[in-house]
C-alpha cells in the first residue's frame, strides 16, 4: 500500500489530539483510503516536555527546516499557532511543493491570500479544515458539498468561550465577569480572554467563511467587530422577556440587489466584462452580540458548541453542529485533511478542488453604517411624563420606526428601565440617533443596543 509521510511542525494539545487520533484511526483511514499516513517527523520546540500524549523519541526534532527539507516528508502539518513563524513554515513548505495542513485560523486571516497565492504559483495544497469550527466539516460543506449553490446567508456561533459564558449567564442569571473568571478556572477560557470575548477569533474565522463563499479575500480589517464584554445580565433577562436569546453571532449576508442600504453607492463594475455571467456582491461581513428568536435552531446551540447555519440559493437551510474545539473536536478536523491530502497525492491532483479561488463574484464588504438592522435597545431613564416623546422624536428625525416599547414593572427609583425594539435601520443613522438619544437629560446612563437577527 502507498505510504505518505507526514512531517508535524508543533504538538501541543491540538497536535496530541492529532497523534492519538492516528494511532487509534490509522488503519481504518488506510482502508479507506488505500494509502498508510504515517508520522515521520514532530518538530517541537521542548523535546523534553512532558505531554499528554507522548511523542515517540525517534521522531522528535527542534528543526522544522530538517522536517520540511526531507526528501521522505510528503506533507506538513502546521500546529504551532501565531502568525510569524507560522507563515514562514508554511511558504517555505508550498515553495518546496509540499502540501501543507494548517488550524490557524489567525494566520490564514492576516496572511491568507498571500498564502493561498503561494500554494497556486508552487501547486501545492493548503488544507485548512481545522481552522474554523473545530470538528465541524464547515470548510469542506463550502468548499464542495455546496459548490453548486450560491451563499447567500451564513450565520456562525463561532466561538465556544463566548458560547459558554452566555449560555451559563443566560441559565444561572450571573454576571459576565463571574462567569469569565469560572471559565478561566476551568480552562475554557485563556488567562488573556480577549481574542475570544472582543470577537477577534470569530473574526478570523467569519473572514475565511466570507472568503470561501463570496471568492473574494475578505480584508480582516473590513470585517465590523462587537464582541460581548458588555452584554449584562439585565439584557439577557429582558431578551428572555421578549423571547430571545443572545448569541454571538458571526453573520455574512449576500446583497445583490443593494436594496438593504439607505443610499445605495453605484454598482462596481465588473474587472472582466466578458465574463457574462460575472457578478458584484456586496457582501456584509461582521460579528457581534445578537438576539436570536427561541423558536430559532441556534438559540439552543448551548456552552461550548459551535453551529453555522448556511443558507445556499439551491438548498434552501442548512445546519452544521459540533464541537467547535479541543483536541479531538480539532484532531477530527486535522484527519480529514491529512486524508484529502494523501488522496490528492496518490492521484497527483494538485488542485482537485482548489484550497481557494476568486470565483464568479467581483465582492466588496459593505461598510456596516449602510447595513440594515433591527435592534434592541436598552435605556436608562427618569420616568416622567414627556421621556418617551423626546425619545420617538430624534429616532423619528432619523426616519427611524419604533416596533415595540416596554417599560419592565418593578423597577424604581431615580432611573427605570426603557426597553425600544426599532424596526431595521440603517447602522450609521442608528448610532447617530443613540449619540443624541444619549445626551438628553432625562437619559441617565449609556444606551444598550443589541441587534436583533430575523435571519430573513
Ligand atoms: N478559542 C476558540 C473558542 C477555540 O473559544 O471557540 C479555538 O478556535
New binding site residues.
Given amino acids: 500500500m502507498q505510504q505518505v509521510n507526514v512531517g508535524m511542525i508543533g504538538c501541543g494539545t491540538v497536535g496530541g489530539g492529532v497523534l492519538q487520533a492516528l494511532q487509534r484511526n490509522s488503519p481504518l483511514m488506510a482502508s479507506r483510503l488505500g494509502v498508510k499516513l504515517s508520522v515521520a517527523k514532530v518538530a517541537v520546540r521542548h523535546p523534553r516536555k512532558v505531554r499528554a500524549v507522548a511523542i515517540p523519541p525517534s521522531l522528535i526534532t527542534t528543526d522544522w527546516e530538517n522536517v520540511v527539507a526531507d526528501p521522505r516528508i510528503n506533507l506538513v502539518v502546521e500546529l504551532i499557532g501565531g502568525t510569524t513563524m507560522a507563515r514562514k513554515i508554511i511558504l517555505h513548505a508550498l515553495s518546496a511543493g509540499k502540501p501543507v495542513i494548517t488550524a490557524n ?1 489567525a494566520l490564514l486571516s492576516a496572511h491568507g491570500e498571500e498564502l493561498f497565492a503561494a500554494a497556486q504559483e508552487y501547486g501545492a495544497n493548503l488544507y485548512y479544515e481545522a ?2 469550527g ?1 470538528g465541524i466539516p464547515i470548510i469542506k460543506v463550502l468548499r464542495e458539498a455546496l459548490i453548486g449553490n450560491r451563499i447567500t446567508r451564513i450565520y456562525g456561533i ?7 459564558i452566555l449560555t451559563r449567564m443566560k441559565l444561572e442569571s450571573a454576571d459576565f465577569a463571574d462567569v469569565l473568571a469560572e471559565a478561566q478556572r476551568l480552562g ?3 488567562a488573556e480572554p480577549s ?2 470575548i472582543d470577537g477577534y ?2 473574526l478570523h ?1 467569519v473572514g475565511i467563511l466570507a472568503s470561501l463563499a463570496h471568492g473574494f479575500w475578505v480584508n480582516p480589517k473590513h470585517i465590523y467587530v462587537e464582541g460581548i464584554r458588555s452584554i449584562s445580565r439585565l439584557d439577557i433577562q429582558f431578551a428572555g422577556q421578549l423571547g430571545y436569546t443572545i448569541k454571538l453571532l458571526g453573520v455574512v449576508k449576500r446583497f445583490d440587489d443593494l436594496r438593504f442600504a439607505n443610499d445605495a453607492p453605484p454598482r462596481r463594475k465588473s474587472r472582466n466584462s466578458q465574463i457574462e455571467n460575472r457578478r458584484s456582491a456586496r457582501v456584509q461581513v461582521s460579528v457581534y452580540p445578537a438576539l436570536i428568536p427561541n423558536s430559532h435552531v441556534l438559540a439552543s446551540v448551548n456552552h ?1 458548541f ?1 453551529a453555522i447555519y448556511v443558507r445556499g440559493d439551491v438548498v434552501g437551510d442548512t445546519l452544521y453542529y459540533g464541537r ?2 479541543g483536541p479531538d473536536a ?1 484532531a477530527s478536523a486535522v484527519l480529514s485533511d491529512l486524508a484529502d491530502a494523501a488522496l490528492d497525492l496518490k492521484c497527483g491532483s494538485k488542485s482537485r478542488i482548489p484550497p481557494f479561488v476568486p470565483h464568479e463574484c467581483d465582492g466588496a464588504v459593505l461598510n456596516m453604517g449602510e447595513v440594515l438592522s433591527r435592534y434592541y435597545v436598552r435605556l436608562s431613564v427618569v420616568d416622567k411624563p414627556g421621556t418617551l416623546a423626546r425619545i420617538a422624536a430624534i429616532l423619528g428625525r432619523e426616519k427611524i420606526g419604533i416596533s415595540s416599547v416596554i417599560q419592565p414593572e418593578g423597577h424604581e427609583g431615580e432611573s427605570v428601565p426603557l426597553i425600544l425594539m426599532i424596526h431595521d435601520a440603517p447602522n450609521a443613522a442608528m448610532t447617530q440617533a443613540l449619540e443624541k438619544i444619549g445626551r438628553l437629560a432625562v437619559v441617565k446612563a449609556t444606551p444598550r443596543i443589541i441587534r436583533v437577527e430575523s435571519f430573513e
Fill in positions: 485560523k481552522s474554523v473545530g463561532v466561538n465556544g468561550t463566548c458560547n459558554y475554557y477560557a485563556e481574542l475570544d477569533d470569530a474565522k461550548v459551535n467547535g474545539a480539532t
